[in-house]
Structure formats: structure tokens, C-alpha cells
């Protein structure tokens, strides 16, 4: 165990300098995401003040309103960029050191965003957790009742994230065969942002094509742990949707070690 944290905590220690480094990038790329939370506050607002109805699709204006800012933090600390990385490293060359090195290569980018996500958790996710359980409180919710809510988005929380993770992984593979995923990746992140519950609450999509996209592992990333977090989930639909997000873990886990295996032998190194 101490050769192991010997082995990978130098990574985590190059995601939090990687973050605290750039954090004037960081914070503008958070500016803009508060931007399109207010854009989609002020287009729900719309819709609601336009509606006969205080209740659409099980949701209210607050729920909504719940809805958006959660989804801007699950987002924020779910968040993958490891096809972006291994696009890049593979675009100029740099892949080799990695692969050089007497570490896993996918493992080498998890630390690394454990170490981005943790300082992120720190200074955005636990503050808007205390604004949001402070709202709970006022409206009536136990401190059992909130404690237990918490807990399981926190659980639902790591689960989408290794998720996430191991897609991009899968997907950044890609690079190895088609050596630039710049356009892809944006193609990518605009799917998952629809498909995942981003932009839009599944519950609002047509039935059938909400129960496929439930199914899917994009619901796992951003819909289902918002659900749990703002109460919109029983105990029972929690448990069952934590049931989904650990098969897709595991289904995308098992993906990216079939992939690396198969993908090893197309690298051609193109810089360095």
C-alpha cells in the first residue's frame, strides 16, 4: 500500500499544481458556466411564468431552480478531461514519457484528476452543499432526512465521476488509431451534455425516449445524482439508480482494459 501511494500521489500532487497554476483559466471557464446557469434560469422562468400550471413534468420553479444550480456543480466535479489529455499528449509526443513510466496508464490520469477534483469539492462543491442543505432545513427537512441525502449524492457523486472518467478514457483511446480528437471531443461533450441531463431534466423528454436515455450510462453522470441531491428520488429509485451507475462502472472499467490492449500497437509517435 505505501509503494502504491508512492507510486501515484506524485500525480495527484500535478493535478492540484496543474490547477492552482492555471487558476485564472479555471475561473474564467466557471464564469461562463455561471452565465449559462442564469441563461437557463431565465429560459425556465419563462416557461413556468408562460405556464397555467405551478407544476411541469413533477418539477416547480424552485425545483428547477434546485435543478440548474446542482447540475453546474455535479458538472463541475464530475468532469473528465482525459481524452482532452491523451488527445494532446499523442497529438505532440509526450505520450511516450507517460508510457515510460512504471505506472498504469490510465491510472496516471485518474490521480491526476483526483487531485484537480479534490481542490474543487473544497472550494465549490462543499460550499454550495451547505447553501443548498441550508434551503432543505427551511423548508422542513430533518437533519437525518438530510444527512442520508447528502451521503448518498456524495456516493452517487464518486460513482458518476469514475464513470465519466473511464468513458473519456475509452474515448481518448481513440487517439492512438486517429492521432487528433480535437474536433471529436467537442462533438462528444455536446452529446453527454444532452444525453446526461445537463441541459435538460430527463423527465421532460418523451417517455420512451426518457427510459432509454435513463438507461444509459450519460443519465448517471449529471441526472441521477441532481435527483437524489434535491429530493426528487425515494429511497428505493436512489438504491436502484445506484445499482445502475456501479454495472456501468464496471461495464466501463472492463471497456477500457479491452480497449488499451487492443490500441497499444497503433501508436505512432508524430512530435517529442
Same mark, same amino acid.
Given at each position: 500500500?505505501?509503494?502504491?501511494?508512492?507510486?501515484?500521489?506524485?500525480?495527484?500532487?500535478?493535478?492540484?499544481?496543474?490547477?492552482?497554476?492555471?487558476?485564472?483559466?479555471?475561473?474564467?471557464?466557471?464564469?461562463?458556466?455561471?452565465?449559462?446557469?442564469?441563461?437557463?434560469?431565465?429560459?425556465?422562468?419563462?416557461?413556468?411564468?408562460?405556464?397555467?400550471?405551478?407544476?411541469?413534468?413533477?418539477?416547480?420553479?424552485?425545483?428547477?431552480?434546485?435543478?440548474?444550480?446542482?447540475?453546474?456543480?455535479?458538472?463541475?466535479?464530475?468532469?473528465?478531461?482525459?481524452?482532452?489529455?491523451?488527445?494532446?499528449?499523442?497529438?505532440?509526443?509526450?505520450?511516450?514519457?507517460?508510457?515510460?513510466?512504471?505506472?498504469?496508464?490510465?491510472?496516471?490520469?485518474?490521480?491526476?484528476?483526483?487531485?484537480?477534483?479534490?481542490?474543487? %469539492?473544497?472550494?465549490?462543491?462543499?460550499?454550495?452543499? #451547505?447553501?443548498?442543505?441550508?434551503?432543505? !432545513? *427551511? +423548508?422542513? @427537512? $430533518?437533519?437525518?432526512?438530510?444527512?442520508?441525502?447528502?451521503?448518498?449524492?456524495?456516493?452517487?457523486?464518486?460513482?458518476?465521476?469514475?464513470?465519466?472518467?473511464?468513458?473519456?478514457?475509452?474515448?481518448?483511446?481513440?487517439?492512438?488509431?486517429?492521432?487528433?480528437?480535437?474536433?471529436?471531443?467537442?462533438?462528444?461533450?455536446?452529446?453527454?451534455?444532452?444525453?446526461?441531463?445537463?441541459?435538460?431534466?430527463?423527465?421532460?423528454?418523451?417517455?420512451?425516449?426518457?427510459?432509454?436515455?435513463?438507461?444509459?450510462?450519460?443519465?448517471?453522470?449529471?441526472?441521477?445524482?441532481?435527483?437524489?441531491?434535491?429530493?426528487?428520488?425515494? %429511497?428505493?429509485?436512489?438504491?436502484?439508480?445506484?445499482? #445502475?451507475?456501479?454495472?456501468?462502472?464496471? !461495464? *466501463? +472499467?472492463? @471497456? $477500457?482494459?479491452?480497449?488499451?490492449?487492443?490500441?497499444?500497437?497503433?501508436?505512432?509517435?508524430?512530435?517529442?
Amino acid at each position: 500500500m505505501l509503494s502504491f501511494w508512492k507510486r501515484y500521489s506524485p500525480f495527484i500532487s500535478a493535478g492540484i499544481q496543474e490547477l492552482i497554476t492555471y487558476r485564472v483559466n479555471f475561473f474564467l471557464y466557471r464564469l461562463g458556466d455561471v452565465m449559462g446557469a442564469f441563461v437557463a434560469f431565465y429560459l425556465w422562468k419563462a416557461v413556468f411564468d408562460s405556464s397555467n400550471h405551478a407544476l411541469i413534468n413533477g418539477f416547480t420553479l424552485s425545483d428547477m431552480t434546485l435543478y440548474i444550480i446542482m447540475s453546474f456543480v455535479t458538472n463541475l466535479l464530475t468532469k473528465s478531461d482525459s481524452s482532452f489529455m491523451i488527445g494532446e499528449e499523442v497529438k505532440d509526443g509526450s505520450v511516450i514519457m507517460r508510457l515510460l513510466r512504471p505506472v498504469h496508464f490510465a491510472a496516471s490520469y485518474l490521480f491526476m484528476e483526483i487531485g484537480s477534483h479534490w481542490i474543487i %469539492l473544497i472550494s465549490v462543491g462543499f460550499p454550495f452543499l #451547505l447553501v443548498m442543505s441550508g434551503v432543505k !432545513v *427551511m +423548508a422542513g @427537512l $430533518s437533519f437525518l432526512q438530510l444527512l442520508t441525502t447528502i451521503l448518498l449524492y456524495l456516493l452517487s457523486l464518486l460513482l458518476a465521476f469514475l464513470i465519466n472518467f473511464y468513458f473519456n478514457i475509452c474515448f481518448g483511446f481513440s487517439a492512438f488509431v486517429f492521432k487528433n480528437l480535437w474536433g471529436s471531443n467537442l462533438l462528444k461533450n455536446s452529446l453527454v451534455a444532452f444525453m446526461s441531463g445537463s441541459m435538460i431534466p430527463l423527465a421532460f423528454f418523451p417517455q420512451l425516449v426518457a427510459l432509454v436515455l435513463n438507461f444509459l450510462p450519460f443519465s448517471s453522470l449529471i441526472y441521477t445524482p441532481v435527483m437524489i441531491v434535491i429530493g426528487k428520488y425515494s %429511497l428505493r429509485q436512489t438504491f436502484v439508480a445506484l445499482a #445502475l451507475q456501479v454495472f456501468w462502472l464496471i !461495464v *466501463m +472499467a472492463s @471497456l $477500457s482494459q479491452v480497449i488499451w490492449k487492443k490500441v497499444q500497437n497503433h501508436l505512432t509517435i508524430q512530435g517529442g
